[in-house]
């Protein structure tokens, strides 16, 4: 996971400079590919998709913490909180990001493009993706299993396939959504790690000697 989380920030390095310059050559090409080759049958499921990340990002900190609470796992509990803390990076880094750039949506500068809403917010990074990622991340480190971690992508994946697919956003947005959703999971990992060990050293400091 550490090498990926390397590779994407780098993308991120890369795409993150002038993105408005990406959305006039290959970016918009990728996007018209997949915009143009979409069925009107399949809308209502891609739109389903890309509407999961409010489910899934809600639910799955939400169980994580009631379960721990409510069984007393400290290990679930942390989880828990390292997945609330993922998502809160990547919401504060893709809002910043996004008033930074202040990026057109794709159908305000290409209308010829299939788009069923019209919401006007920058579309540079994509927050869906991002969220999708911190989510997918953020389990990935937590339960690092291979029955986890697919799907988990695959999901998340769909998710960033779906913005484009329904004419929100570049390829480059999704990119680097992901790459910010990634990184904000590995960050929040390891802050909790971090905090979670420096709590246990205090607490061994703090034991008793016994004097018999």
Not at 54 to 83: D, E, H, R
Not at 89 to 108: V, Y
Not at 114 to 142: I, M, R, V
Request: hydrophobic share 40%.
């Amino acid at each position: 996971m550490e090498r990926i989380v390397r590779v994407l920030l780098l993308s991120l390095l890369v795409f993150a400079y002038r993105p408005e310059v990406k959305a006039q050559g290959l970016d918009y090409k990728l996007l018209r590919t997949i915009n143009y080759n979409r069925d009107d049958e399949f809308d209502g499921f891609m739109t389903g998709v890309s509407n999961s990340m409010y489910t899934v990002s809600a639910a799955l900190p939400i169980g994580q913490l009631v379960v721990g609470y409510a069984t007393g796992n400290k290990t679930t509990i942390q989880n828990g909180w390292t997945t609330v803390g993922a998502l809160a990076i990547s919401f504060g880094a893709s809002t910043a990001m996004k008033n930074a750039f202040r990026r057109n949506r794709p159908f305000m500068n290409h209308p010829e493009l299939l788009t069923a809403q019209t919401d006007n917010s920058p579309s540079f990074p994509s927050g869906h993706t991002s969220t999708a990622f911190a989510c997918a991340a953020a389990l990935s480190l937590e339960y690092p299993k291979w029955y986890v971690i697919a799907p988990s992508f695959a999901w998340a994946g769909a998710v960033g396939y779906s913005r484009m697919y329904l004419g929100r956003h570049y390829p480059s947005d999704v990119l680097v959504g992901a790459v910010i959703g990634t990184g904000s999971a590995y960050l929040s990992y390891k802050l909790n790690k971090w905090i979670d060990g420096k709590h246990k050293r205090t607490s061994s400091s703090l034991t008793p000697v016994p004097l018999f």
